[in-house]
């Protein structure tokens, strides 16, 4: 990553500039379904979504500077408009600036797996995000994830359960920048891949509460 890298900052944007509830509208100068990408590394699913669907808006939260700092270098460069990234920890943020029932879709892909068991605490799927995941899409939005780590995906599908009736499964559809054999073609997945380990998908859509 030695490149220089552009700052665009019609797409990289920071959480002190925001309004707390974002107004999506306003943000994206329209109203068009939302996606949401929790840990978008070095944008993959992002340029590769944008460009496919430029119908719809899509919004990347990463906390690692030095992925931010090159995804938003490739966005940019593409002179995509339905695209922005945030540099931020994506569990506070959901709470805090994401508003009830306002996004269509979420992505999380390869989510760091923390596989010693005294870190899975730290692990990103958990009751309370779920909680706000569920707060946050709309009622027939949907919830994609992968990853290649059998034991979260258990724990995944352990908090699932506490909330099924919320949730309907549905198939996992490839995404846009998936080539043959790939679910969502991000950098984790090719290197995973790469090197023949299983990958667990799971797609939920969000139903009405009865
Ligand atoms: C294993 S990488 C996967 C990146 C990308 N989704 C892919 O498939 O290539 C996980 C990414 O999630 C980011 N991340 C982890 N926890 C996060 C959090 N709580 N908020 C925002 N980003 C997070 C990490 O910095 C890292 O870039």
């Known amino acids: 990553m030695a490149k220089s890298l552009n700052e ?47 119908e719809m808006d899509f919004f990347g939260i990463e906390w690692a500077s030095k992925y931010y700092r090159y995804a938003v270098d490739r966005l940019g460069r593409r002179k995509l408009t339905n695209v922005r990234l945030i540099r931020t920890e994506a569990a506070a943020f959901l709470r805090d600036f994401v508003a009830e029932q306002t996004i269509n879709g979420i992505h999380i892909y390869y989510p760091d797996p923390w596989p010693k068991k005294r870190h899975h605490k730290r692990r990103f799927i958990c009751q309370a995000n779920i909680d706000q995941i569920l707060r946050v899409l709309k009622t027939g939005g949907h ?46 997945e090719r290197k995973y891949l790469k090197e023949e380990r299983e990958v667990f998908t799971i797609a939920l859509e969000k139903v009405a509460l009865q």
């Open 143 to 188: 919830l994609k994830m992968a990853t290649d780590h059998a034991d979260y995906f258990q724990q995944i599908q352990t908090v699932l359960r506490g909330c099924a009736s919320r949730f309907r499964r549905i198939e996992f559809r490839p995404t846009a920048g998936a080539q043959g054999g790939e679910w969502v073609g991000t950098n984790f």
């Open 8 to 54: 665009y900052p019609s797409i990289g944007l920071r959480p002190e500039a925001l309004a707390r509830r974002i107004d999506f509208v306003q943000l994206f100068g329209r109203s068009a379904p939302v996606q949401l990408e929790i840990g978008s590394g070095k944008g993959t699913f992002l340029v590769n979504e944008a460009q496919a669907c430029p």
